[in-house]
């Protein structure tokens, strides 16, 4: 299942589902719980208008209006931004912590 604003479409042709991501300019964004993004994400969808290299976070079902994720000072919206691919054993760590829901990333 889709986790909200840690889910993001991808294009598989140009990042591999399972990937972990590190967006810095989703760092510090205020979420509707009223905690900030530490910027990980992982790629587990693929959107039908998803191409190339661009994604779209999955932000859940929250009131658009509480939504920050969709605010353009949020993130760069329709401009490039940064986005780092972290492998080896930090991304299986992240995932890991992703998965069970933990903010301790390393073992």
């Known amino acids: ?8 479409a991808v294009d598989s042709a140009v ?12 760092v510090g964004v205020q979420l509707s719980d009223g905690s900030e993004h530490d910027g990980v994400f992982v790629a587990e969808d693929i959107g039908s208008a998803i191409g190339g290299n661009r994604i779209d976070f999955f932000v859940g079902f929250d009131d658009h209006i509480r939504n ?4 353009p000072a949020a993130l760069v919206h329709g401009e490039a931004t940064r986005v780092y691919h ?3 054993a930090l991304g299986r760590a992240l995932a890991r912590a992703i998965r069970i829901g933990t903010s301790e990333y390393l073992p």
């Open 15 to 26: 990042i591999e589902l399972g990937s972990i991501l590190y967006i810095p300019s989703a």
């Open 86 to 88: 972290i492998r080896g």
């Open 68 to 71: 920050r994720f969709s605010e």
């Open 1 to 8: 299942p889709l986790v909200p604003y840690r889910s993001i």
